[in-house]
Protein backbone atom coordinates (compact mmCIF):
# COMPACT_ATOMS: atom_id res chain seq x y z
CA UNK A 1 0.00 0.00 0.00
CA UNK A 2 1.08 3.41 -0.92
CA UNK A 3 -0.31 6.73 -1.81
CA UNK A 4 -2.85 8.84 -0.64
CA UNK A 5 -5.94 6.32 0.22
CA UNK A 6 -7.06 4.07 2.89
CA UNK A 7 -6.88 5.76 6.58
CA UNK A 8 -4.27 8.19 5.19
CA UNK A 9 -7.12 9.75 3.32
CA UNK A 10 -9.53 9.09 6.25
CA UNK A 11 -7.34 11.21 8.43
CA UNK A 12 -7.34 14.28 5.32
CA UNK A 13 -11.18 14.59 4.88
CA UNK A 14 -11.59 14.01 9.09
CA UNK A 15 -8.78 16.66 9.60
CA UNK A 16 -10.63 19.77 7.77
CA UNK A 17 -13.80 20.11 10.21
CA UNK A 18 -11.38 19.48 12.91
CA UNK A 19 -8.99 22.39 12.22
CA UNK A 20 -12.47 24.49 11.21
CA UNK A 21 -13.41 23.51 14.99
CA UNK A 22 -10.04 24.44 16.74
CA UNK A 23 -9.73 27.38 14.80
CA UNK A 24 -13.02 28.34 15.26
CA UNK A 25 -12.47 28.11 19.47
CA UNK A 26 -9.37 29.21 19.33
CA UNK A 27 -10.67 32.29 17.25
CA UNK A 28 -13.85 32.92 19.31
CA UNK A 29 -13.32 30.84 22.61
CA UNK A 30 -16.88 29.77 21.10
CA UNK A 31 -18.63 33.16 21.72
CA UNK A 32 -16.88 36.07 19.49
CA UNK A 33 -15.58 35.05 16.25
CA UNK A 34 -12.98 36.90 14.30
CA UNK A 35 -13.41 35.49 10.93
CA UNK A 36 -9.68 36.84 9.80
CA UNK A 37 -8.37 35.36 13.07
CA UNK A 38 -10.51 32.53 12.19
CA UNK A 39 -8.84 32.05 8.67
CA UNK A 40 -5.33 32.66 9.80
CA UNK A 41 -5.53 29.63 12.70
CA UNK A 42 -7.15 27.63 9.79
CA UNK A 43 -4.37 27.77 7.89
CA UNK A 44 -1.81 27.28 10.19
CA UNK A 45 -3.83 24.34 11.25
CA UNK A 46 -4.72 22.88 8.05
CA UNK A 47 -1.33 23.51 6.06
CA UNK A 48 0.06 20.69 7.15
CA UNK A 49 -2.57 18.48 5.54
CA UNK A 50 -1.04 20.01 1.97
CA UNK A 51 2.01 18.72 2.72
CA UNK A 52 0.40 15.26 3.08
CA UNK A 53 -1.30 15.81 -0.48
CA UNK A 54 2.34 16.87 -1.67
CA UNK A 55 3.62 13.65 -0.56
CA UNK A 56 6.59 16.04 0.91
CA UNK A 57 8.72 13.86 3.33
CA UNK A 58 8.49 15.65 6.36
CA UNK A 59 4.84 15.50 6.00
CA UNK A 60 4.19 13.29 9.25
CA UNK A 61 6.28 15.05 11.35
CA UNK A 62 4.18 18.37 10.47
CA UNK A 63 0.81 16.67 10.98
CA UNK A 64 2.36 15.48 14.09
CA UNK A 65 3.30 18.59 15.32
CA UNK A 66 0.20 20.28 13.91
CA UNK A 67 -2.36 17.62 15.89
CA UNK A 68 -0.55 18.29 19.06
CA UNK A 69 -0.26 21.81 18.66
CA UNK A 70 -4.15 22.16 18.32
CA UNK A 71 -4.63 19.72 20.75
CA UNK A 72 -2.76 21.49 23.28
CA UNK A 73 -4.41 24.81 22.47
CA UNK A 74 -8.39 24.07 22.33
CA UNK A 75 -7.98 21.66 25.30
CA UNK A 76 -6.27 24.98 26.91
CA UNK A 77 -8.79 27.65 26.35
CA UNK A 78 -12.00 25.36 27.12
CA UNK A 79 -10.02 24.30 29.95
CA UNK A 80 -9.07 27.41 31.16
CA UNK A 81 -12.33 29.23 30.38
CA UNK A 82 -14.44 26.69 31.86
CA UNK A 83 -12.33 26.90 35.10
CA UNK A 84 -11.97 31.00 34.85
CA UNK A 85 -15.47 31.63 35.22
CA UNK A 86 -18.37 32.26 37.68
CA UNK A 87 -20.91 32.53 34.08
CA UNK A 88 -23.84 30.03 35.01
CA UNK A 89 -23.73 29.54 31.09
CA UNK A 90 -21.00 28.16 30.93
CA UNK A 91 -20.37 26.32 34.02
CA UNK A 92 -23.91 24.34 32.71
CA UNK A 93 -21.57 23.39 29.93
CA UNK A 94 -18.00 22.47 31.44
CA UNK A 95 -18.76 18.79 30.53
CA UNK A 96 -19.17 19.08 27.02
CA UNK A 97 -15.97 21.40 26.87
CA UNK A 98 -13.78 18.63 29.54
CA UNK A 99 -15.12 15.99 26.56
CA UNK A 100 -13.90 18.69 23.42
CA UNK A 101 -10.64 18.41 25.19
CA UNK A 102 -10.42 14.85 25.95
CA UNK A 103 -11.83 13.83 22.56
CA UNK A 104 -9.01 16.24 20.93
CA UNK A 105 -6.52 14.10 23.41
CA UNK A 106 -7.85 11.02 21.69
CA UNK A 107 -7.52 12.09 18.14
CA UNK A 108 -3.98 13.15 18.28
CA UNK A 109 -3.32 9.88 20.29
CA UNK A 110 -4.71 7.96 17.55
CA UNK A 111 -3.52 9.58 14.69
CA UNK A 112 -0.17 9.97 16.16
CA UNK A 113 0.59 6.07 16.23
CA UNK A 114 -0.58 5.87 12.74
CA UNK A 115 1.65 8.10 11.42
CA UNK A 116 4.26 6.37 13.48
CA UNK A 117 3.30 2.64 12.81
CA UNK A 118 1.41 2.75 9.66
CA UNK A 119 2.67 0.88 6.51
CA UNK A 120 1.29 3.26 4.16
CA UNK A 121 2.90 6.36 5.79
CA UNK A 122 5.85 4.90 5.49
CA UNK A 123 5.98 3.76 1.85
CA UNK A 124 4.17 7.11 0.41
CA UNK A 125 6.51 9.76 2.54
CA UNK A 126 9.50 7.59 2.38
Request: glycine content about 8%.
Amino acid sequence: MEGIGGWLLAYLIGSVPVAVFYAAGLAGRFFDYHLGLLAGIFVVLAAPLVLVVMKLTYAPAWNIAALWVGTGSISIVVLAGALSTDDARLKEVAPVLAAIAFLSIVWAVVWTAYFLTSERVAKTFS
